[in-house]
């Protein structure tokens, strides 16, 4: 059955209450009814989804659809080997945690340094280029092999080195399928059914070296890690940067900053980092206020008003403000999304930073709604499935070049090994003849291409630069890069690329870090024994590079402003030329905010 993670695919179960009249929804493929809509659009979502393996040939990043065709292929495929060689094959099967190509090899290679009594495809040497089929009948302790004549009957006994096996009665992609038909991966190892082991007289209980294996594997659930294995483990780091604003408005001020940044170009208006957002609703109303009471309610779509022909004469109807501010305000109250607290006309210089995150919160909401964010959005949803099926085909493509070429170079390998067995003693160049007297070129060993030609290198440059742009365009979703063993989730905004934003577990607060050593000490601390700080620290080595990079030019460019600030320009010669400097942390400040879309006056 098909594989959602490590989950066995069931299809669910029609209702129970149906009846002959009743009208359901149907799944193609699998059959499925559903009463309600909902439940299925659902479940056919999840079916659609690219997460999908198929437990037969191992084939991931499929959907549900393709899992079962390839499962039914396989089964098609599926030929049962020679009863002779399944005991074999099934033992060195069982707890294997190797990948199913390299087991394939390994029981290959097993299959050609040892014969199977009651095989009779062997060969026994008579001669420096004579040879007759004979059946394996025993090995004896001395090493030797009894062995019967199949033309005459006749019984010998042999050494090794007068036998070999004409070929394996089985191919690669035939051994493959068995395993896979034969066996489910569990705990990173490959697990016979029940079924076969009993037939075949397979031990299902692991043995010591495979308890051993597993009772040190990782990534372990975090609050399963012993004491000794956070040894290694460097001091905790605290993030000390606060925020000077109530923890409560924090979700919100968040919300409105991340949104006025993403869409920038959308609302016309110039980013600005958190902290000059947060010094703006706590000090006096300035250019940064005023830009964002200006710029939101541009991307506002407010309805056209109407005249009521029946409307009574005496009742003459409620102007409306002439500023798009005051007038965005108003419909939002008449919608429920401004408090009733907030009197109208609103003064920002008259309101706290809670009551501005009010109005900023309700005004942003009303921009969600317009044709301008859901026509960016639509875009953008459309650029990220582009850079997918990029990605997925260029993916693709590389397998297939793969398997191909390593299809290639087993075959030749293949083809030398028998003709090293076949006893000849011809001059290996004279063997490598071809019918038209060139002399064939000698394959590299599998995966030896990749190397030399550099293609594996360039495939995983291209699948870093897909990754890279899907990360860049897909603005629209956030999620926090990891948590750690204490529930704490780390952030990165786009906004302010040189700050890491830690989230508290249990009362939600916030903090940051900014300087590139405590990154460091952060990634010291992560454990990644442990499945939750694993997948953070393999994210956060993602993101390093230009986190610290951002974090570097941050620190650099405060740096310079707070010397600026602190030294006065010298006096010019002409006393007609001295340009003024800016203050220090002029982009962390509110008054020395511009917006450069503005309309020039």
Same mark, same amino acid.
């Given at each position: 059955m098909?594989?959602?993670g ?22 193609r493929?699998t059959?499925e ?27 991931s ?7 079962l ?16 060689y399944?005991?074999l ?15 394939v090899t ?10 199977l ?9 008579v ?18 092999f ?17 036998l070999?096996?004409r ?11 068995f395993?896979?038909?034969s066996?489910t ?8 059914n029940s ?23 990782f ?7 012993q004491?000794?294995d ?14 000077d ?10 919300f ?25 609703l706590?000090?006096d ?8 009471c ?18 009574d004469s ?5 102007p409306?403000?002439a ?13 429920g999304?401004?408090? /009733?607290? $907030?009197?109208?006309?609103? =003064?920002?210089? @008259?309101?706290?930073?809670a009551? &501005?995150?009010a109005? !900023? ?35 693709l ?10 299809e290639?170079e ?7 090994s028998?003709?090293?067995e076949?006893?000849s ?22 995966g030896?291409?990749?190397?030399k ?7 995983? /440059?291209? $699948?870093?630069?897909?990754? =890279?742009?899907? @990360?860049?365009?897909?603005?629209? &979703?956030r999620?926090? !890069?990891?948590?750690?063993?204490d ?20 009362d ?12 460091e000490?952060l990634?010291q601390?992560?454990?990644a024994?442990?499945?939750r700080e ?12 230009d ?6 030019k941050?620190?650099?460019e ?6 600026a600030s ?12 001295t ?7 002029s982009?962390?400040r509110?008054?020395?905010?511009t917006?450069k ?5």
């Open positions: 098909p594989l959602l490590t989950t066995v695919w069931t299809p669910t179960p029609p209702p129970s209450d149906l009846s002959q009249h009743t009208l359901v929804w149907t799944i493929f059959h009814c559903f009463v309600s809509y909902e439940d299925y659009s659902a479940q056919l979502e999840l079916y659609r989804r690219r997460e999908w393996t198929c437990s037969k040939t191992g084939r990043n499929l959907t549900l659809e393709e899992c065709l390839s499962e039914r292929v396989a089964t098609h495929k599926s030929t049962t080997l020679p009863e002779l399944i005991p094959i099934l033992s060195l099967t069982q707890f294997s945690p190797k990948k199913a190509a390299d087991l390994e029981i290959n290679a097993h299959l050609k340094l040892h014969l009594p009651g095989e009779s495809n062997i060969c026994l040497r001669g420096s280029r004579e040879s007759v089929p004979v059946r394996v009948l025993a090995e004896l302790p001395n090493g030797q009894e062995v019967q004549v199949l033309h005459d009957g006749h019984h010998d006994t042999v050494t090794r080195s007068q070999y096996r070929e394996i009665p089985f191919t690669r992609d035939e051994l493959k399928r395993i896979l038909s066996t991966r569990q705990d990173g190892m490959y697990v016979l079924e076969l082991a009993a037939i075949y007289n397979i031990p299902v209980d692991p043995p010591e070296h495979v308890l051993k294996r597993l009772s040190h594997r990534p372990l659930p975090d609050e399963e890690l004491p000794e956070r040894q290694d483990e460097g001091p905790r780091p605290v993030a000390t940067g606060t925020f604003i109530a923890p409560t408005l924090l979700p919100d001020v968040f409105i900053w991340d949104f006025v940044v993403t869409f920038e170009k959308q609302l016309l208006i110039t980013p600005f980092s958190l902290f000059t957002f947060i010094l703006a706590n000090s109303p300035g250019a940064l206020l005023h830009s964002l200006c710029s939101l309610p541009n991307g506002i779509d407010l309805p056209v008003a109407k005249e009521d022909e029946s409307q005496a009742a003459t109807p409620q409306e403000p500023d798009p501010f005051q007038r965005c305000l108003v419909h939002a109250a008449a919608n999304l401004l408090s /009733a607290d $907030i009197e109208l006309p609103v =003064d920002m210089e @008259r309101l706290d930073a009551a &501005r995150v109005v !900023l919160k309700s005004l942003v909401e009303m921009v969600l709604e317009s044709s301008v964010v859901r026509g960016h959005v639509d875009a953008l949803v459309e650029d990220l499935g582009e850079l997918r099926r990029l990605k997925r085909d260029e993916s493509e590389y397998a297939k070049r793969r398997r191909l070429a390593l290639c087993s075959g030749v390998q293949s083809e030398a028998s003709e090293s076949s006893g003693e011809d001059d290996s160049a004279t063997r490598r003849k071809s019918k038209g007297g060139e002399t064939k070129r000698t394959k590299p060993a599998p030896s291409w990749r190397k030609d550099g293609e594996y290198f360039a495939y995983k /440059a291209r $699948i870093a630069e897909f990754d =890279d742009q899907i @990360r860049r365009t897909n603005t629209l &979703r999620e926090a !890069l990891g948590m750690d063993r529930g704490r989730g780390y952030w990165l905004f786009a906004g302010d690329p040189g700050v890491l934003f830690v989230q508290e577990a249990n939600g607060e916030w903090s940051y870090f900014t300087n590139p050593e405590e990154v000490q990634q601390w992560l454990n024994k442990g499945a694993r997948s953070l620290l393999n994210t956060l080595g993602h993101y390093s590079s986190l610290v990079d951002a974090m570097q941050r620190l650099a405060i740096k310079r402003n707070s010397r602190t030294e006065q320009p010298p006096p010019s010669a002409r006393g007609s030329s340009r003024k400097r800016k203050p220090a942390e982009r962390f509110d008054d020395m905010y917006n879309y503005a309309p020039k006056s």
